[in-house]
C-alpha cells in the first residue's frame, strides 16, 4: 500500500513557527479525512489535529489556537501550520488518510513520520 508523503518537519525554538505537509496517495477510494498525530518518546501515539471531506476541523486541546489544519481537496494535501512552538510539542509527526472502501468500511493509510523538534 503506497503511504501517503509528509514534508516540513524540523527544528525551531520555543515560539517558532514550522508548517508540516502531507499528499495523500492515489486510490480509487475516496478520502473521509486527513489528520496529524503526533508521538513523543516514550508516549502514545496523539491526535493532533484533523480535517474531515466537508471541511470540518477537530483540534487536540493543548494545540487549540496555535496550530491551524488546512487541506486542498482538489489535490488531495493537508497542512499543519505550527506557531507558538513548544518544547512539549516535540515528536514525530505523522500524516493519516482514512478513506472510505464502503465495502471494508474505513481504511487508515498512515505516512512515515517527520521529527518536529522545539527546543528551549
Known amino acids: 500500500q503506497v503511504q501517503p508523503v509528509e514534508s516540513g518537519g524540523g527544528s525551531v525554538q520555543t515560539g517558532g513557527s514550522l508548517r508540516l505537509s502531507c499528499a495523500a496517495p492515489?486510490?480509487?477510494?475516496?478520502?473521509?479525512?486527513m489528520g496529524w498525530y503526533r508521538q513523543a518518546p516514550g508516549k502514545p501515539r496523539e491526535l493532533v489535529a484533523y480535517?474531515?471531506?466537508?471541511?470540518?476541523?477537530n483540534y487536540a486541546d493543548s494545540v487549540k489556537g496555535r496550530f491551524t489544519i488546512s487541506g486542498d481537496s482538489a489535490k488531495n494535501t493537508v497542512n499543519l501550520q505550527m506557531n507558538s512552538l513548544k518544547p512539549e510539542d516535540t515528536g514525530v509527526y505523522y500524516c493519516?488518510?482514512?478513506?472510505?472502501?464502503?465495502?471494508?468500511?474505513?481504511?487508515?493509510?498512515w505516512g512515515q513520520g517527520t521529527q518536529v523538534t522545539v527546543s528551549s
Open positions: 492515489g486510490s480509487i477510494f475516496s478520502i473521509n479525512s
Open positions: 480535517i474531515t471531506s466537508d471541511g470540518s476541523t
Open positions: 493519516k488518510v482514512a478513506f472510505d472502501t464502503l465495502v471494508a468500511g474505513i481504511v487508515d493509510s
